[in-house]
């Protein structure tokens, strides 16, 4: 698993690692069934504290993209388990959108950044 943390980030540290694993799962370079190293060894391989990917695995099990088995360690959950709530999902795309349209940028500027973004997501995925 490929996972940098930005210094410069205003994201806690936790939340890159968070957001990290979830563009994997994203980019399909972890897959259904597949087990996360353990927190020691991401913590270790990151130099950050064991709570803060502790924080990150929980989140991520909370939010339904992992499941911990005491003893087996977190494994991604199956794409189709997790609940879908319109308004949460796209709650985090709102507010992305609307600090791109703050920052000056017209819709097509926008757009053509979302294509951009996807397509870099879905090349990520394709790479593995």
């Known amino acids: ?4 943390l930005q210094a410069n980030d ?10 990290g694993i979830k563009a994997l799962i994203a980019g ?23 709570n803060t990917v502790a924080a990150a695995y929980r989140q991520l099990q909370d939010e339904g993209f992992v499941t911990v088995r005491h003893g087996a360690g977190a494994v991604i ?3 189709t388990s997790r ?11 709102r507010t992305a959108l609307t600090q791109l349209v703050l920052s000056g940028l ?3 500027e926008i757009e053509e950044t979302v ?8 090349q990520k995925g394709d790479a593995r």
Do not use: C
């Open 83 to 93: 609940p879908v709530d319109g308004a949460e999902l796209y709650q985090p795309l």
């Open 115 to 122: 294509r951009q973004e996807l397509a870099l997501l879905q």
């Open 77 to 79: 959950a199956s794409r």
């Open 28 to 50: 399909g370079n972890l897959s259904e069934g597949v087990a996360l190293p353990s927190v020691r060894q991401v913590a270790g391989d990151l130099g950050v504290n064991l």
């Open 1 to 4: 698993m490929f996972l940098t």
């Open 10 to 19: 205003k994201r806690p540290l936790y939340q890159q690692i968070t957001d």
């Open 106 to 108: 017209s819709g097509r």
